[in-house]
Every structure is written in structure tokens, then in C-alpha cells.
């Protein structure tokens, strides 16, 4: 009862050459809107198309044809386009990265030479050990003893001793 709309398909299949598709007038007319609805029981009236005579093109503002081969030339332009333009880009990435590393090794070298001179420049004093005498008898304990430590208990707290009474020794010789 009219409540629904109709949709019609349309199938062309072209046969021409130049990939072309061509369209009848009566088309290009309906296309625009400019055929009047007459007929009988406004239904609009469709060109039957003389067997034998090919339809000429019509003419659509606007509309320019082109071939896929220009097609195909301008999408392979457009391509190597952009592979020009990101082929650019990536190598300046690689040479800004190449910048900002070496930017660094030098930094890196810079702190290093200046933690060079500044330890170069304390002198740095080699103490020998306080008890040299005691230390050489628990060496030789714990190497005579080597699954047995606690044997060495007695050179143990006699190097402790030692050591304590040096450092007691200068500290006061300090103040």
C-alpha cells in the first residue's frame, strides 16, 4: 500500500575498451531530474534502445573520464612519494639519534676525565696493616686449619686486640 520503498539494481556490464561506460540520454536526463513524469498513471516511460545502434556517450558536468592506466600511473606517483618522503624522514631520524649519542659519549668522556683529575688530585695514603706479625700467624692458622676456624680463636682476639690498641694509640696521638 505504498508504505515501502522500492530500490531497483542495475547491473552494467561493459564490454567497451576503453572503459567507458556509456550512457543514454533518457539516463542522463533522469539522472538530473529534467524528464517529466508522463505517462500513464505517472509512470515514467523508458527509451527502448534501437537494436543495431550503439548509445553515444552523454555529456555529465563535471564528470571526466580517465583510464586506469593513468589511474595506475598517478597511484604509483603518489606511492613513490611518499617512499621519497619517508625514506627522508627515517634518515633524518637516524642522524638526530646519531647526534644525541655521540652528544653523550662526549659528555660521558667529559665526567670520566673530570672524575680522573679529581681523584688524581687526593692523595690517596696506602696504610699497611697494624699488626703485621699477628696477621701473618692467623693466616697461617686458618690455612693449617681450613675446615676447623674456630681452632684460630686465640690469634683471632689477639689481632682484634692489636688492632684496637693501634687505633686507640692514634687517635689519641691525634688530639
Known sequence: MGGSQSTR??????????SVIRVS????RRLFGEESQAGSGGAVESPQPTPGVAAQPAYIPG???????????EVLAAKDESDK????????LVEA???AEKYSENEFEKALNDVKT????????HYESPCKEIESTLTKCYSENPSRPLNCAAQVRAYSECVQLKNNNRSKARS
Open 9 to 18: 539494481n542495475i547491473s552494467v556490464v561493459n564490454d567497451n575498451e576503453d
Open 25 to 28: 540520454d533518457g539516463v542522463v
Open 63 to 73: 564528470y571526466n573520464p580517465i583510464s586506469t592506466a593513468q589511474v595506475r600511473r
Open 85 to 92: 618522503y619517508w625514506t627522508k624522514r627515517i634518515s633524518s
Open 97 to 99: 639519534q646519531e647526534r
Open 118 to 125: 679529581i681523584f688524581k688530585t687526593h692523595n690517596t695514603v
